[in-house]
């Protein structure tokens, strides 16, 4: 392993049991195949790429497919498995636990035992449940209990409701779009603001939204009269963390580091979704970006992320 240490905040577990059972609960609507994946696989990818741990969660569409207390039990397993690999190997493995919304009652009970039982890491949030977004008042109990926590919250996109593309399955665009849909409704509607204790994490930089953040900081306050003004949108956009999952490119990465600020930016893979050749190129990418200082790489290989998750430190001995 070299020596970056990097901290992966965007890496996926996939169960076994979760990808035996999914085909028979409404299987993955964005399109995408499951990869296959397992512990060792992903320690030699973290291994080929400097990562030193892995904080894993589990991708869309998560437990959509079950229902009621189905619903509940997966969840459970799911956190309980993925809980196992930390114990095992809390030095490579983190754990962002999985909820079963929209349901509040059933996610309220996974929360507190994932933080007090499990000892979780963060917890992980689709960006749409069946067409309700992240800053819908239905879920503000859950918002209020994970701000309570001082929780870190990772967003991952799910299929928006709309009809896939032929031949454009949900990662390639509508991922995106979807993570952008829920950031921006969460600070219109006051979620963000009224829950300042919560560390939010997007995935993908944001999807559009550091490349569009005036556009909407601008346009809000003409056509809603309970929103911000444009200078209190936009610190409210850059309160969010955004990670570079397959946002690293040369191109993208000046406009993720104007907006966000070097410190707002956490390293991410997207493995084993994103193919393992995939998440080497725009690591590579992220390493060639000469703007960037040795100070500014290593904040957002690791020091950032340890801010979140001070376990996984000590920093001291990695600092440039």
């Known amino acids: 392993m070299t020596a970056t240490q990097r901290i992966d905040v965007h890496q996926h577990v996939v169960p076994p049991f979760w990808a035996e059972a999914l085909p028979a609960h409404g299987g ?4 995408w195949k499951s990869p296959e994946w397992s512990p060792q696989s992903a320690i030699a990818f973290m291994d080929s790429q400097g990562i030193a ?9 998560g437990v959509q497919g079950w229902s009621g207390q189905s619903k509940r039990d997966m969840a459970r397993r799911v956190n309980e498995y993925t809980a196992g690999l930390v114990e095992h190997r809390p030095d490579r493995f983190g754990n962002f636990a999985t909820v079963p919304l929209p349901d ?9 035992f994932a933080f007090d039982a499990l000892k ?8 749409n449940y069946g067409g309700q977004y992240l800053g819908d008042p239905a879920f503000e109990p859950v918002w209020a209990e994970l701000n309570r926590r001082r929780a870190t ?3 991952h996109p799910g299929k928006p409701g709309i009809d896939a593309i032929a031949g454009m399955p949900g990662p390639l665009v509508d991922y995106p779009f979807d993570t952008t849909r829920t950031a921006v409704q969460m600070v219109l509607n006051g979620t963000l603001a009224r829950h300042p204790d919560v560390n939010v994490i997007l995935s993908h930089a944001g999807g559009f939204l550091p490349y569009a953040s005036h556009r909407f900081a601008e346009l809000a ?15 409210l956009f850059q309160r969010f963390y955004f990670d570079t999952a397959l946002s690293s490119a040369r191109i993208a990465l000046p406009s993720l580091t104007a907006f966000a600020g070097v410190g707002r930016i956490l390293y991410g893979s997207d493995y084993p979704y994103a193919p393992a050749a995939v998440g080497a190129s725009f690591t590579a990418q992220l390493d060639a970006c000469a703007e960037l200082s040795a100070a500014e790489h290593a904040a957002i290989n690791r020091r950032n992320a340890l801010d979140l998750f001070p376990r996984l430190g000590p920093v001291d001995s990695l600092r440039p």
């Open 104 to 112: 509040i009652e059933g996610s309220l009970r996974e929360i507190e």
């Open 53 to 61: 741990t892995g904080v894993l969660s589990l991708t869309a569409p």
């Open 153 to 155: 919250v990772f967003i």
């Open 120 to 127: 979780a890491d963060g917890v992980v949030l689709l960006s």
């Open 221 to 235: 306050p003409g056509v809603r009269h309970d929103v911000p003004t444009t200078e209190e949108l936009l610190r």
């Open 28 to 31: 993955d609507p964005s399109g």
